[in-house]
C-alpha cells in the first residue's frame, strides 16, 4: 500500500507541477494532496525500519489516516454540494479548505498523543 501511495503522491505532484506550468492553478490542488501523501510515506517508511521515535506509532498512523480519509469525505462533499450553498465561493476553496483546516488540528494531536522513545 506504501509503494502505491509513493506512486501516486509522484503523479500527483508531477502532475500539478504541469498545470500550474500551463497556468491552470488548480494544479495546486494535486500538489497539495501530493506532498501531504508523500509526507505519510515517509512515516510509513521510517516505522517500517524500526525507526519510529514514538512508542505508539501505529496509534499515530490510524488517526492520521482516520482523519485523512474524513478530509477526503468532506472535500468530497464541499466540491459536490457546493454550488447549493447559499454563498457561493470559488470550487478551488472548496478543494483545499478542509486540508487548510485539519491538518494543523492532526499535527497538534500528534503531538500531544506521541509516547517518545528514551534512547540510551
Known amino acids: ?8 503522491g509522484l503523479l500527483f505532484v508531477g502532475l500539478g507541477a504541469w498545470f500550474v506550468i500551463k497556468s ?8 497539495t494532496f501530493g ?3 508523500l509526507l505519510f510515506v515517509k512515516h510509513d517508511f521510517t516505522n517500517y525500519k524500526g ?3 514514538s512508542h505508539n506509532y501505529w496509534l499515530l498512523a490510524h488517526l492520521q489516516r482516520m482523519t485523512g480519509g474524513y478530509i477526503a469525505a468532506l472535500t468530497a462533499f464541499l466540491v459536490v454540494n457546493g454550488k447549493y450553498f447559499p454563498l457561493q465561493r470559488s470550487s478551488f476553496l472548496f478543494w483545499l479548505l478542509p ?6 488540528l492532526i499535527i497538534g494531536s500528534e503531538q500531544e498523543i506521541r509516547i517518545k522513545k528514551i534512547r540510551p
Open 24 to 31: 491552470n492553478f488548480f494544479g495546486l490542488v494535486f500538489i
Open 1 to 8: 500500500m506504501t509503494n502505491a501511495m509513493l506512486l501516486f
Open 51 to 53: 525507526k519510529s521515535r
Open 99 to 104: 486540508t487548510i483546516i485539519l491538518v494543523p
Open 35 to 37: 506532498l501531504s501523501g
